[in-house]
């Protein structure tokens, strides 16, 4: 447990001072004129945008689990504030955790809900890093955009694959055991997993309300390149984030936080946004 302990404290430190080294590379002083010159109603037009991604993203859950909104709410906020911290966002399971603390709910029941939230999630981002990668088709950054993009699709399928392969399941869940949490996964488990099936037309409506949220999530970096007098479409914007996301969660590093900036800073800046422009950019989506 102790190394463990040492193990994440190394990964997040990595990530600030990568964090740290971007914005020091950038130009502190460029880049605290250049937030200071933000056009604070662009800016604020990006918290809604940002505000409503992350309540479509509470209802996306909420049509798979069923259960009030304000409950899953709670759920959401907290697992993806820790999942933040995690290597490959892995405090996903968490939610189901926090539905049993709150209704009483068996963890079995709503854990195929995160499963197909995180495959339908990864199928959405996938779909829309393809434009992504059609921009940066002349950059010394495709090939690694590459790399990454074909490790999500590996991801993708083995998410898919677990429902349909009782034997896949039983395989990943005893692998899941071995980490260092205190949820377990017993036989039991397993067999309610298998047991619990969700309508096709939630499923349906859960992948709308992914790409919605994605499609606002590039809004989001729409408006905060608004307010700093940068010029990205909204396709452009989008398909970037998705791009920078699977970058991040393949990178190992807690939430992706440092590799995430990273990646999404030379994407715009291939685009011809001056380098200590693009960090505050990122910088101010993030925020």
């Known amino acids: 447990k102790t190394n463990c302990v040492i193990k994440r404290i190394v990964l997040l430190g990595t990530s600030f001072a990568i964090l740290a080294g971007i914005i020091y590379y950038a130009n502190p002083a460029v880049f605290i004129k250049n937030i200071s010159q933000a056009n604070i109603y662009f800016v604020a037009a990006a918290f809604l945008a940002a505000t409503a ?5 509470v209802l996306k859950w909420q049509v798979l689990v069923s259960q009030p909104f304000f409950t899953v709410l709670h759920a959401q906020a907290i697992g993806n504030a820790a999942s933040s911290f995690m290597p490959f966002k892995s405090a996903e399971p968490l939610k189901p955790v926090l539905l049993k603390m709150m209704k009483g709910i068996d963890v079995s029941k709503t ?16 779909a829309f890093s393809v434009y992504a990668l059609a921009l940066l088709s002349s950059s ?15 991801l993708m399928a083995v998410l898919f694959a677990l429902f349909y392969s009782r034997r ?9 055991n071995k980490i260092p949490i205190p949820l377990k996964l017993s036989e039991s488990f397993v067999s309610t997993f298998y047991s619990v099936k969700i309508r096709k037309k939630s499923v349906a409506l859960c992948f709308i309300f992914t790409a919605v949220s994605w499609l606002l999530e590039g809004l989001t970096l729409y408006l905060a390149a608004a307010s700093l007098g940068v010029s990205i479409s909204l396709p452009a914007a ?19 936080i440092g590799s995430f900036e990273a990646a999404l800073s030379v994407m ?17 989506y993030r925020f």
């Open 53 to 57: 991604a992350f309540l479509l993203k």
């Open 111 to 126: 854990f195929p809900s995160v499963i197909y939230e995180r495959a339908l999630e990864m199928l959405v981002v996938a």
């Open 140 to 154: 010394d950054f495709l090939f690694l955009s590459i790399i990454g993009f074909f490790v999500m699709l590996l």
């Open 168 to 176: 896949l399941g039983s395989m990943l869940f005893s692998l899941f």
């Open 238 to 256: 989008t398909a970037f984030i998705c791009l920078a996301a699977i970058l991040g969660i393949v990178s190992f590093l807690p939430g992706g």
């Open 268 to 284: 715009i800046f291939y685009t011809g946004v001056p380098y200590a422009l693009s960090v505050t950019l990122v910088m101010l």
